[in-house]
């Protein structure tokens, strides 16, 4: 029998360069549509912080990053977490290389959340944006009923 280890960057544990997110609160400002008090923006940008953002009321939100000087993004991580109500929620990520003139949709994604069996979502996005001044994300947080308050528990870049 012919056996080898398998190196733990291959079986899901993080590599050294997952290690490497950029400094947000450094390089970026943040635009938000709404906030909870509690749950603010920096939660959910900063390592440092727990708890995510929340958004203040029920519907349509928007988080938009603005970066001087502009970035090359080549990783963008999302966690949502849902554990009270069971709905269905979409977002669009997309970038701008002219300061919001026009952007470029980079996903759109829909998710189901149900506390009892899918109350969390990790997407990990591998690209490579070249120059971006702006990173906007949009959140439907309840596309059948628009009753959902917005949340985002985390979201990294590299």
Do not use: C
């Not at 950029?22 to 400002?29: C, M, N, R, V």
């Not at 470029?104 to 996005?125: G, K, L, S, Y």
């Not at 001044?133 to 917005?150: F, K, Q, S, Y």
């Amino acid at each position: 029998m012919r056996k080898r280890l398998i190196r733990a960057e291959l079986v899901g544990e993080p590599s050294p360069a997952d290690a490497a997110w950029l400094d947000i609160e450094a390089i970026a400002e943040a635009e938000i549509s709404s906030e909870d008090a509690a749950h603010p923006i920096e939660a959910a940008l900063l390592a440092d912080r727990g708890g995510g953002w929340r958004a203040a009321g029920p519907g349509r939100q928007t988080i938009r990053l603005n970066f001087a000087p502009p970035q090359h993004l080549h990783r963008i991580r999302l966690v949502f977490v849902e554990t009270t109500t069971a709905r269905t929620q979409e977002y669009l990520l997309r970038w701008s290389a002219d300061g919001g003139r026009t952007f470029q949709d980079i996903v759109r994604q829909q998710w189901n959340f149900d506390p009892q069996a899918a109350a969390r979502e990790t997407e990990e996005h591998r690209v490579d944006l070249p120059q971006v001044t702006v990173l906007e994300l949009l959140i439907d947080p309840d596309i059948a009923h628009g009753l959902g308050v917005a949340s985002l528990a985390q979201l990294r870049l590299a």
